[in-house]
């Protein structure tokens, strides 16, 4: 019997093999008693409390098909999530994705952005529980992240008190040099455009930030300056950072090669999803945490002590 | 002092200021703990489980809005994550909301689409408790729900028996039929339009089914044929409807007006988002719920011991 051609596309495959096809050989979170396949999905909340949050990656807007694998896509996607989930204090415990995207999309492509989906999930200690496909023009992908809270208070922006310690784990600026490298067309800057593509935010930091009594706490997406401001404004207190504890050797080298200023990027630029807390002075910061400044009575957030000019981070319709 | 003009778009008023401005005068969920302004909300899981559920509403795939007012769109958008938390037999406590939208969107769009997701958030006990806005070329609503099951077993697809009663709660085919009334320019059809508009789907009938004793429930999202379909497969089952059972006046009535056959609509129609179950035969049905077939031993789905003829529901990727 002749099946004719194997299906190349979302449009031949159709909505319901292509979700057959991804789910297929899924890895189940740890924490999913119904995963996919039905109205819904149920997870564990151990706590009686669940974290949930949720991001959307617009197509040219926030990736671009000729800058990104899929399968890097698909690791940002979910680590912008899961980042968030992490900066609460709180373990992930599954994902829900709703993807739209052309009908001319090849499986090839869905097949790769799934993958990256489900390994940064995977590294999350979470999986892909859920989901929605479904037509449009342009690729959307649009994720919720659940998280448990393990019976520790969330960790809020609005906690920090003056005399605090501010700390950030993960790096800082160095998806934003990435993108940099990408516009200039250097794409022997691996070390940052990697970074660029497929953060990898510091989950485990988030917990252990927790445990150790962080008094406030933000993923840093818009970028340091922006994050640290948020959790100024919401704590009523000022904040402090001092430059030379941002130092880092690989953005010194891409500012080297790309004729840039590593400061504006490791202020300004977002998306590497490090977190960035707050701790009483008298704790040990837990491993992974560094300081960079100190929480002061006051208001907004200054850099060795005065205003940074320049712009301060990403936000959405501006050009 | 002279502000200038009041913004009138997203582009002008910014990301965070809409979000301030959308989120300012907003109702709480009961469930909520922490709602929107952090990386992430917290909402109670009483039940030390969460259900979740995730669909996605793309411009002029899902809806037209040249045929649809914003307000309608955001029921829309809302109800039919409620129904798939409602079929699974748990209550909702709370919605995450990504939006994206072109930058001349207008702030009176916005504020009128989020107020028909907050109305049918509250009409299922809900609220919005997180979201993100984002820039894209055209309007994409994605939403993800979570719900409390109060100690009852999930609802699934796979547990109906032979012998068992089909029944349903809420109307069948009539926002179908109101998409044909538009599609011929008839919208004086009011009843019809209005359900193809903004359904309205039976939250609470899902509760009581699964305090009844339901064997399987899902969602009428694809049609009652296909959405039968999926539990009969997944309980190794056969279905079969009674066409009588299904009359519908209203139906009836629009079907004369445009020469149409309301068996159709009733029956290969989504997005009533009515709540198909099968029931052990010796249960008296609880309130809002009528019998519409019999589960049968064998495989399929048959109207009135025959194959229906005809095409058999939405599917995605389709023409």
Request: charged fraction near 25%; proline fraction near 6%; hydrophobic fraction near 45%.
């Amino acid at each position: 019997m002749d099946n004719g051609p194997a299906p190349r596309t979302v449009a031949e495959l159709g909505e319901f093999g292509v979700i057959e096809r991804i789910t297929r050989d899924r890895r189940a979170s740890p924490a999913e008693s119904i995963g996919p396949g039905d109205d819904a999905a149920v997870l564990a909340a151990p706590d009686g409390r669940v974290v949930v949050t949720t991001d959307m990656l617009v197509q040219d807007r926030h990736f671009r098909l000729d800058w990104s694998d899929p399968d890097d896509i698909g690791h940002k996607a979910i680590a912008q999530n899961a980042a968030d989930i992490a900066a609460m204090g709180a373990r992930v415990t599954g994902f829900v994705v709703a993807l739209a995207c052309p009908p001319d999309t090849t499986l090839d492509f869905v097949d790769r952005l799934n993958k990256g989906m489900s390994d940064e999930a995977a590294r999350a200690d979470g999986a892909i529980v859920g989901g929605d496909l479904v037509q449009a023009p342009i690729l959307v992908i649009s994720i919720t992240a659940m998280g448990d809270l393990g019976d520790r208070a969330p960790v809020l922006r609005s906690g920090a008190r003056p005399g605090d310690v501010v700390a950030v784990a993960g790096t800082l600026g160095r998806s934003d040099a990435g993108w940099a490298a990408l516009r200039a067309g250097r794409r022997d800057l691996t070390d940052v455009i990697d970074a660029h593509r497929a953060p990898r935010p510091p989950y485990a930091a988030g917990i252990t930030a927790a445990d150790r009594g962080a008094t406030a706490m933000s993923d840093v997406s818009d970028s340091l300056l922006a994050d640290l401001g948020h959790i100024a404004t919401a704590s009523g207190v000022a904040i402090d950072v001092a430059l030379s504890a941002l130092a880092d050797p690989v953005l010194d080298a891409a500012a080297r090669e790309l004729e840039a200023d590593a400061r504006q990027w490791v202020l300004t630029g977002g998306e590497d999803h490090a977190l960035a807390a707050t701790f009483p002075p008298d704790v040990a910061l837990p491993e992974g945490w560094t300081t960079i400044g100190r929480v002061e009575a006051g208001a907004g957030v200054t850099v060795d002590g005065a205003a940074w000019s320049g712009n301060s981070g990403w936000q959405s319709f501006t050009v």
